[in-house]
Nanobody, 124 residues
Framework: QVHLVESGGGLVQAGDSLRLSCAAS????????MGWFRQAPGKEREFVAA????????KYAESVKGRFTIARNDAENTVYLQMNSLQPEDTALYFC?????????????????WGQGTQVTVSS
């Protein structure tokens, strides 16, 4: 059974940084594309960043480009999201997702496995 466990969220001030981690188990991690999504209260889940299997190509939402960095460590079955220059609009529940797909995917339906999320709150 696949498990994805996010960690690293918290309450920070605008301009601060956080690094989210997602530990995966129950899957051959290196064969999965990984993604980060977020959902703010009253809003739909939105794409944040994704990283492909094999060559670790990356893709970012325009709203986080230049501030967030996604990376993966296949030896540790972990994907990370480094978030710098956080802003109040980044406040959301952040989810890790895994998809047995090729390429870089930004659509939630491309991912078959999801974590429970970690809360990120940025105060102004």
């Amino acid at each position: 059974q696949v498990h994805l466990v996010e960690s690293g969220g918290g309450l920070v001030q605008a301009g601060d940084s956080l690094r989210l981690s997602c530990a995966a188990s129950g899957l051959t991690f290196s064969t999965y594309a990984m993604g980060w999504f977020r959902q703010a209260p009253g809003k739909e889940r939105e794409f944040v960043a994704a990283i492909s299997r094999m060559y670790s190509r990356t893709k970012y939402a325009e709203s986080v480009k230049g501030r967030f960095t996604i990376a993966r460590n296949d030896a540790e079955n972990t994907v990370y999201l480094q978030m710098n220059s956080l802003q109040p609009e980044d406040t959301a529940l952040y989810f890790c997702a895994a998809g047995l797909v090729a390429g870089i995917r930004s659509v939630p339906n491309d991912y078959g496995h999801w974590g429970q999320g970690t809360q990120v709150t940025v105060s102004s």
